[in-house]
């Protein structure tokens, strides 16, 4: 029952006093009590402003005199202060625990309105201080609160682009040219389509275009279109509304549009969408507006869509598998990475990288010759930088575990050969640099030939 409908139907008079005047006595001893008992009380405007602040509140707060505190902002003189909040959306918050100075004090939070019923600002109570009985809650609060921190550092380094424009190895004429298209698609905001075989390097060229873009400090949101089944892939893009489902996902859940929301969303292997998500990411595209499973009700966002194919999409379009209105709208900006073989000028140094890398993982430095270079010229890599990365690798480790020292040798160690070599005048310091190069040709050879590289999942 509200307060009018209570002076309604208590008749003036009754115990010698109106219900109004009743009313109004019991606010002023609820609060005269309130504020008497509880250990700091304070009122803020509409905006937020101190507007009254007790004694002993001002004294927790380290102020001599409360009235220092009257006309400024609640964070000013209580940090953590939910004042702001309540006064803004008229709602209360009844028990909360609140960090003051260096310990936490239970606090409750109401919303003040004038006759009207409007809004006017919002007082706080701090209920109680020695929070010793509640410790435990306390520690576990505390500890829950430090996990939560931790699991969501992490998902921001998730959610952080990983390879820049630097990553993208390569100064032949085809990767400059790539690298300068990526550099304009950075800047222009608008929907990329990265088309090239397995393994040229589109996921890190997505991340690199995020990493230059204006959005480069918003998350980076990676989604394979290919790798997901269909029935789960329209939830895991879109998100579920609360209630849509019972069990696990009652509550609801956001989906990667939204995750990646004022960011950029990585859609790998666009061309595996089914066709009955397509007019469902076409309209994002168009609208910047998603529709949650079960939800009915459109939620606008602003994501830009870097979408990459390792199929000719313009042929899936032929064959009816593809949409020709989103293959349309997701190659506003197309770019074309060439596969290894179109720049093999580029193979000494992705070759040097990626063996000071492999080299760095396995403890030991690796080497390659001329010759050995000279033979992975020869291959035609269909599976470009990823199989080359996979030869090398096991190349590398296979050495290791059945020769030591003949190829994947420790520098140190081959210099010492080298130099006692000389030392009993022959010439042999180039011995194991050729080693090298045979023993990457013999794991090219297996590679090359069972052609299970292509497969292998990249490092
Ligand atoms: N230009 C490059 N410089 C350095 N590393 C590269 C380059 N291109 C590709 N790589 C490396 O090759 C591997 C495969 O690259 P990436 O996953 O980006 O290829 P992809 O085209 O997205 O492949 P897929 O179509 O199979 O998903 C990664 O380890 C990546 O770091």
Request: charged residues 25%; aromatic residues 4%; positive net charge.
């Amino acid at each position: 029952m509200t307060a009018a409908a209570h002076t309604e139907a208590w008749p003036d008079g009754v115990l010698g006093h109106s219900a109004a005047s009743i009313r109004t006595l019991a606010i002023r001893s609820l609060f005269d009590r309130l504020e008497d008992l509880c250990e700091g009380a304070v009122a803020v405007d509409v905006q937020a402003r101190v507007a009254w602040i007790n004694d002993k509140y001002a004294r927790k707060v380290g102020l001599d005199d409360a009235r220092a505190a009257l006309g400024r902002p609640i964070e000013e003189i209580i940090p953590h202060s939910a004042l702001r909040e309540v006064a803004r959306s008229g709602k209360p918050i009844l028990v909360d625990i609140m960090p003051l100075g260096a310990e936490h004090v239970v606090v409750t939070r109401l919303p003040l309105r004038d006759e009207q019923g409007q809004v006017v600002g919002a007082i706080g109570f701090v209920l109680y201080e020695r929070v010793d009985g509640l410790k435990p809650v306390m520690a576990k609060l505390q500890q829950l609160q430090m996990r939560l921190q931790a699991a969501e550092r992490e998902l921001a380094d998730n959610r952080r682009a990983r390879y820049s424009l630097a990553s993208f190895l390569g100064t032949s004429a085809p990767a400059n040219e790539v690298k300068r298209q990526a550099r304009r698609a950075a800047q222009l905001d608008a929907t990329v389509l990265l088309c090239g075989e397995t393994g040229t390097g589109k996921e890190l060229l997505a991340h690199a275009i995020h990493h230059v873009s204006p959005r480069a400090a918003r998350p980076f949101v990676s989604v394979n279109a290919a790798a997901i089944p269909e029935s789960l892939l329209e939830a895991e893009l879109f998100g579920v509304a609360p209630g849509a489902y019972t069990g696990a996902d009652r509550r609801g859940r956001d989906g990667k549009f939204k995750l990646a929301d004022g960011g950029t969303l990585f859609l790998d292997e666009v061309g595996d969408m089914p066709m009955a998500l397509q007019p469902k990411l076409l309209r994002v595209l168009q609208e910047q507006e998603i529709e949650p499973l079960g939800a009915n009700r459109l939620l606008r966002l602003d994501v830009r869509v870097i979408a990459a194919s390792s199929f000719d999409l313009g042929q899936r379009v032929a064959e009816g598998r593809f949409r020709a209105d989103l293959y349309y709208r997701l190659a506003v900006l197309a770019l074309r990475l060439p596969p290894l073989r179109e720049r093999l000028d580029d193979l000494p140094l992705l070759v040097e990288h990626l063996l000071e890398d492999i080299g760095a993982r396995m403890g030991q430095a690796v080497d390659i010759d001329a010759d050995g270079l000279a033979l992975l010229r020869r291959h035609d890599w269909p599976g470009n930088v990823r199989e080359l990365r996979n030869t090398l690798e096991r190349s590398a480790a296979a050495e290791r575990h059945t020769a030591p020292g003949r190829c994947a040798r420790r520098r140190g160690a081959a210099r010492a050969q080298a130099r006692s070599d000389a030392a009993a005048g022959r010439a042999r310091a180039g011995t194991c640099r050729r080693r090298g190069g045979a023993t990457a040709c013999r794991g090219l050879a297996r590679g090359g030939t069972s052609g299970d590289l292509r497969r292998t999942p990249g490092p």
